[in-house]
């Protein structure tokens, strides 16, 4: 079993910056791809980034590319999202998700494990 807690949302001004934090604990082995997807009200769950957590290759959608980093910490189990330049679209609740070996990492459905999410909110 694998546990994933998020932290770090908020409310935040246009152009303004946040950190997501999703604390890893549990096997291991599933925790081999991290990702953070975010579901906005009446939207389907989308991918944001993902990151392989021996390698530390990184993946991104074309709409945060430039804007988000995605980032782990092998010390202290975590995985972060560095969110920088926030728009009012980026408004949603982020979720983390880890799997062993997702087949298509942009694919929700392809992952076994999800924190609670954290609502991050864009004013304009």
């Known amino acids: 079993q694998v546990q994933l807690v998020e932290s770090g949302g908020g409310l935040v001004q246009a152009g303004g910056s946040l950190r997501l934090s999703c604390a890893v604990s549990?096997?291991?082995?599933?925790?081999?791809?991290m990702a953070w997807f975010r579901q906005a009200p009446g939207k389907e769950r989308e991918f944001v980034a993902a990151?392989?957590?021996?390698?530390?290759?990184?993946y991104y959608a074309d709409s945060v590319k430039g804007r988000f980093t995605i980032s782990r910490d092998n010390a202290k189990n975590t995985v972060y999202l560095q969110m920088n330049s926030l728009k009012p679209e980026d408004t949603a609740v982020y979720y983390c998700?880890?799997?062993?070996?997702?087949?298509?990492?942009?694919?929700?459905?392809?992952?076994?494990?999800w924190g609670q999410g954290t609502q991050v909110t864009v004013s304009s």
């Open positions: 998700a880890a799997d062993p070996r997702p087949i298509d990492y942009s694919s929700s459905s392809q992952y076994d494990y």
């Open positions: 549990g096997r291991t082995f599933a925790r081999n791809f």
């Open positions: 990151i392989t957590w021996i390698a530390g290759s990184t």
